[in-house]
């Protein structure tokens, strides 16, 4: 059975995930999750990125008494077992970003779905890989603003595209929000972005 409302709780301030959501026909309630995001020792990124994404949704739905369903996630940069978090300044932006040059890294991106007792999660692995990048480009890709807040220190979907030769996997997951997996997600609690036309609507 379908549930009636096509809203639901996101649990990320990201204006990315805001987006993603909305691109699936569902009204999202924004609130954020203040968590620790600190990986554990011995904790690999995979596990890093399902447990914080769990966490976050945990932590809304603890504090919610709305009963909407609760979704969260976590996206994450990796190369060479590194996880790679957001620059807090043009140093850290340039050494990521230098490292990330002419290579291949992986991006994960972990969604957690609650529903009452139910918890739903879904990983997600693509790989991109750069083009060699000099000083002065990341230093005017800085200089945008564009990489402060983003994992790795580019945005795919932004200026950082110029930067991308090859990707392999999700592209809305590379943003930040899977939207094959999630959808998968959604459709097991009822709010499938593309319910079944009844008969008689019009094709």
């Known amino acids: 059975m379908a549930m009636e409302s096509r809203r639901l709780i996101l649990a990320s301030a990201s204006p990315r995930r805001q987006a993603l959501l909305a691109q699936l026909g569902l009204d999202a309630e924004i609130r954020p999750a203040d968590i620790p995001e600190r990986p554990l020792p011995e904790e690999t ?3 890093y990125v399902r447990r914080i994404a769990a966490e976050k949704s ?4 603890t504090l919610d008494d709305s009963r909407l369903p609760v979704l969260a996630a976590d996206t994450e940069v990796v190369l060479d077992g590194e ?3 957001k620059p807090a300044d043009l140093a850290q932006a340039l050494e990521m970003l230098a490292r990330l040059s002419g290579r291949e890294h992986a991006v994960l991106s972990a969604v957690s779905l609650r ?3 139910r918890h739903l999660e879904a990983l997600s ?3 991109v890989r750069f083009r060699p990048l000099t000083v002065d480009e990341i230093r005017a890709y800085w200089a945008t603003g564009e990489s402060r807040d983003k994992a790795g ?3 795919i979907q932004g200026l950082g595209a110029l930067f991308v030769e090859h990707l392999s996997g999700s592209y809305s997951g ?3 929000l899977p939207l094959r997996e999630t959808g998968e997600l959604l459709r097991q609690i009822g709010l499938d972005p593309l319910p079944p036309q009844r008969k008689g609507n019009p094709s």
């Open 45 to 47: 990124p995979e596990q």
């Open 58 to 61: 945990r932590a809304i739905q």
């Open 83 to 85: 996880i790679f978090g």
């Open 115 to 117: 529903a009452g007792e």
């Open 125 to 127: 692995l693509s790989r």
């Open 153 to 155: 220190g580019y945005a």
């Open 174 to 176: 590379v943003m930040g």
